[in-house]
């Protein structure tokens, strides 16, 4: 950012002052908005920190005094020539924001940060009326469920009781963990795997019976065969499932089954069948039925599993003798 030293101006930049060179007009047009830059930043302090309102009041009016002396001499804080000489400051913006321009780049108002305050100081809340005040709070500012906190700020330490029953159906103490969460958080996820601890829980503890009932009005509906779209290559697959049906597909012999295999590695998200040479040319079903004598089916299945298009290429020579892989059109 730029700064003003005895008059003279720096450019400020990990700690470390470097001097601009500028003509005349540039360095009043750059000390002006420095200034500016200054009187807003006291200004957003002010009501940050809650100042009086006369206090704010009069730096507002040093504002506009500042503002008005540097667009009267040197035009609008938007005008190309400013912004080309302190666009390069981490405030600029924040100082064009300071007019409301019409749609031919004029002046059309000042912002209202001229004459109102625009921020409110932060302030803890100490006290709510009801449960779902307090809950509201506690998401805002715990981001979870804390029925202490709650109860505090009901005017009621450690009695949850009220918050519990006026909140039933809206938070849920999740039998897994025993903490308190949000319908949207409990009710989410796998819904299957909770409803089955939240009956284990209930069989011990009838408190919990309010979970199953709402875990069960959340489980999905289980799909049917033809609703499920699965593409090769999804890697959360088991190899054991393209395994068969890669066997059953292939029809491949059942001694051969345990040589022809279908791997994955996480680490690189990649398939690869081993073995895939091991039926030889005479295999109908994976150089006939589903491949070419260029490329068997094991080659056409691993390439789909990586999300490849599978290709032939031949090796050629180039004009200087040196062989080449050429796509092969025909065959892929």
């Known amino acids: 950012s730029y700064t003003v030293v005895d008059g003279e101006v720096y450019y400020r930049e990990n700690s470390v002052m470097t001097p601009v060179e500028l003509s005349g007009d540039a360095k009043e047009r750059v000390k002006g908005m420095v200034e500016l ?36 001499k040197f035009g609008l804080l ?24 019409d749609e031919n780049g004029k002046l059309k108002s000042k912002a209202d940060m001229f004459t109102k305050r625009t921020i409110r100081p932060e302030r803890a809340v100490t006290h709510v009326d009801t449960p779902a005040e307090a809950l509201a709070v506690s998401i805002g500012e715990k981001g979870r469920v804390d029925l202490p906190y709650m109860a505090e700020l009901l005017g009621t330490p450690e009695d949850f009781g ?11 103490q999740d039998p897994s963990d025993q903490n308190w969460k949000t319908a949207d958080e409990y009710l989410s996820g796998n819904v299957r795997n909770k409803l089955q601890i939240a009956k284990l829980a209930a069989a011990n503890d ?21 609703e499920i779209d699965v593409r ?45 040479t091991k039926t030889g040319h005479n295999d109908v079903m994976a150089y006939e039925t589903f491949g070419t004598a260029r490329a068997s089916a094991y080659k056409i299945l691993e390439d ?13 020579e ?3 003798g040196k062989p080449k892989r050429v796509l092969n059109k025909k065959e892929t």
């Open 37 to 72: 830059r200054s009187i807003v930043n006291e200004l957003i302090a002010y009501q940050l920190e809650d100042f009086l309102e006369s206090d704010i009041a009069a730096k507002q009016a040093e504002l506009n005094a500042a503002y008005d002396a540097f667009t009267t």
């Open 78 to 101: 938007n005008d190309r020539k400013n912004g080309r000489l302190f666009e390069d400051d981490s405030s600029y913006y924040l100082l064009c924001s300071l007019e409301n321009l």
């Open 162 to 172: 009220r918050i519990t029953e006026e909140l039933r159906g809206v938070i849920f």
């Open 206 to 226: 009838p408190a919990f019976e309010v979970n199953v009932e709402a875990l069960t009005a959340a489980q999905p509906k289980d799909l049917d065969a033809t």
């Open 232 to 276: 090769l290559g999804a890697t959360w697959i088991s190899p054991d499932i393209i395994q068969k049906f890669m066997n059953e597909t292939f029809q491949i012999p059942f001694y051969l089954r345990y040589a022809i295999r279908v791997k994955f590695s996480p680490s690189t998200a990649e398939w690869r069948i081993e073995g895939k």
């Open 304 to 316: 789909t599993l990586n999300l490849r298009d599978a290709r032939v290429y031949d090796t050629v």
């Open 318 to 320: 180039d004009d200087s």
